[in-house]
């Protein structure tokens, strides 16, 4: 087992930066590949970005690449997105997830935090 719990979330204007925080505890957090997904009001939970064991491998969804960074930090069992230039449209609650691949499909992922809320006002 795996526990996840995000933190970091917030109120912050368009144009501004977040950082949002994972911390893990449980089963080896270093074996699994790190993901953040985001479901805003009345949509799908759609993915963000993930980062692979050894942080040497990540990939972001177009809409975020560019703006948002992923990393992680296997000593503190913690894993990190950093979000600058934020828009009204990256408004929703962002969960942090493991899986044992390398994935940007929820089903992959076996273990949720509990989400933290992120809203940009424009």
């Known amino acids: 087992q795996v526990q996840l719990v995000e933190s970091g979330g917030g109120l912050v204007q368009a144009g501004g930066s977040l950082r949002l925080s994972c911390a893990a505890s449980?089963?080896?957090?270093?074996?699994?590949?790190m993901g953040w997904f985001r479901q805003a009001p009345g949509k799908e939970r759609e993915f963000v970005a993930f980062?692979?064991?050894?942080?040497?491998?990540?990939h972001y969804a177009d809409s975020v690449k560019g703006r948002f960074t992923i990393s992680r930090d296997n000593a503190k069992n913690t894993v990190y997105l950093q979000m600058n230039s934020l828009k009204p449209e990256d408004t929703a609650v962002y969960y942090c997830?493991?899986?044992?691949?390398?994935?940007?499909?929820?089903?992959?992922?076996?273990?949720w935090g509990q989400g933290t809320q992120v809203t940009v006002s424009s």
């Open positions: 997830a493991a899986s044992g691949i390398p994935s940007s499909l929820a089903r992959e992922y076996h273990y």
């Open positions: 449980g089963r080896t957090f270093s074996w699994y590949t």
């Open positions: 980062t692979t064991w050894s942080g040497g491998n990540t």
